[in-house]
Nanobody, 126 residues
């Protein structure tokens, strides 16, 4: 059974930092594209970032470029999201996602992903 389990969410003041982790199990994700999406209350889910299996290509949403960094440890089947300079508008439930055989190099649409975690809440206070 494939599982993606996020952790590391919480409450932080604006300007602070958090690191999210996503542990994958049930199969090897070493060749998969791994990514993060988020959904704020009353809003649609949006792409945050994703990276190829080797980590050689990463894409970021404009809203997080320069503040967030995605990294992965294939040996541990884990992907991380390092978030710095957090803003209140970053408040959302953050979801880890994976796709084993993407049709594009780094997908940015939710429907392009096969597996999802349950989400972890990130709240940034002003």
């Amino acid at each position: 059974q494939v599982q993606l389990v996020e952790s590391g969410g919480g409450l932080v003041h604006a300007g602070g930092s958090l690191r999210l982790s996503c542990a994958a199990s049930g199969r090897s994700f070493s060749s998969a594209v791994m990514g993060w999406f988020r959904q704020a209350p009353g809003k649609e889910r949006e792409f945050v970032t994703a990276t190829t299996w080797s980590g050689d290509i990463a894409r970021y949403a404009d809203s997080v470029e320069g503040r967030f960094t995605i990294a992965r440890d294939n040996a541990q089947n884990t992907v991380y999201l390092e978030m710095t300079s957090l803003k209140p508008e970053d408040t959302a439930v953050y979801y880890c996602a994976a796709v084993v055989a993407p049709r594009v190099r780094v997908p940015t649409r939710g429907y392009q992903y096969d597996y999802w975690g349950q989400g972890t809440q990130v709240t940034v206070s002003s």
